[in-house]
């Protein structure tokens, strides 16, 4: 018998003067909460309470240590109390990791509505384009542009992101706009290391994918910044749609090649664990989906 639960029954049936309101309080049988208390009596090695049939009277060693262990209950109830009510209320340190430009594009806003939502919780947010290792690094939680593979992690798809072709306006009034893939080794094209950093872009022809070796003129590990080179008119770019939504959208960048699928990835919530999670892990899972989920900005203009 855990020694907790023989210090619950012994309380309860002082508090209730009967070992069968004792029992209906706990959930438990009248025989076993008659148990548990011979149990904690031949532990302690002394009698906590004198039994008749129509009373329960409390020895001297009984009423000290009814003291004592109702001291400790109420102590263990205010700390259950406390931590239930920090699951229920979103509260505390949340550390996240998101992508680079990602990051500083769309996840400002989107945590300044989340503070001003949850004022007890505070964020501290780590940009970079490497894939962190939440549990070894100490992430709450994670934000990743990728296809998932089998993984211990728990990974929550919000919505999908396409990778396209794209060049500035300006660019195309000086050079013919690529009709097919294979003529991009003709133009200077502006590689980003992580979509690929080999050279050589995979498209859809003929129902296959293919990888197509281009023209490159300069190769970054920043989406933001292969974007600014793009619209900069330095050459043709494959980037992700987040990157380059509202210059599309302006006309400063045009969208190529839209009859060859180039790639598309999914935008991802990555978290440790699916069960006991904190309050706060909880809000900023069910915001971001809710701001995320398939009807974002760039969803359907590139």
């Known amino acids: 018998m855990d020694t907790f639960i023989g210090m619950r029954t012994f309380a309860t049936v002082v508090k209730t003067g009967s070992f069968t309101a004792a029992a209906n309080r706990l959930g438990i049988s009248k025989a076993l909460a008659s148990k548990y208390l011979n149990e904690l009596e031949k532990k302690l090695g002394v009698r906590l309470l004198n039994r008749t049939t129509r009373h329960l009277h409390l020895t001297e060693a009984g009423q000290i240590y009814y003291d004592r262990c109702q001291a400790l209950l109420e102590a263990v109830d205010e700390l259950e109390a406390a931590i239930q009510d920090r699951q229920d209320s979103p509260r505390g340190h949340l550390t996240i990791t998101a992508p680079q430009t990602f990051g500083e594009m769309y996840l400002t806003q989107v945590i300044a509505d989340f503070l001003e939502r949850c004022p007890q919780v505070t964020v501290e947010i780590n940009l970079t384009d490497r894939f962190a290792h939440l549990l070894e690094e100490g992430f709450d939680l994670g934000i990743r542009i990728c296809e998932i593979a089998d993984s211990s992690l728990i990974a929550r798809r919000l919505t999908a992101i396409r990778v396209v072709t794209c060049a500035a306006s300006h660019y195309l009034e000086r050079r013919a706009a690529p009709a097919h893939p294979r003529e991009l080794r003709n133009h200077p094209c502006v590689v980003d290391s992580n979509i690929d950093g080999s050279g050589r872009w995979p498209y859809v022809i003929d129902g296959e994918r293919r990888n197509i070796e281009v023209g490159t003129v ?12 793009v619209l900069a008119g330095a050459g043709i770019g494959l980037c992700p749609a987040y990157a380059i939504a509202d210059a599309v959208r302006d006309g400063r960048l045009r969208v190529l090649l839209q009859d060859y699928q180039a790639l598309e990835y999914g935008l991802y919530i990555i978290y440790p664990h699916r069960k006991y999670l904190s309050a706060k892990v909880r809000a ?19």
């Open 284 to 302: 900023f899972i069910e915001f971001l989906t809710a701001r995320f989920n398939g009807h974002f900005e760039w969803v359907g203009c590139c």
């Open 218 to 229: 300069c190769r970054t590990n920043n989406a933001r910044v292969a974007r600014e080179l």
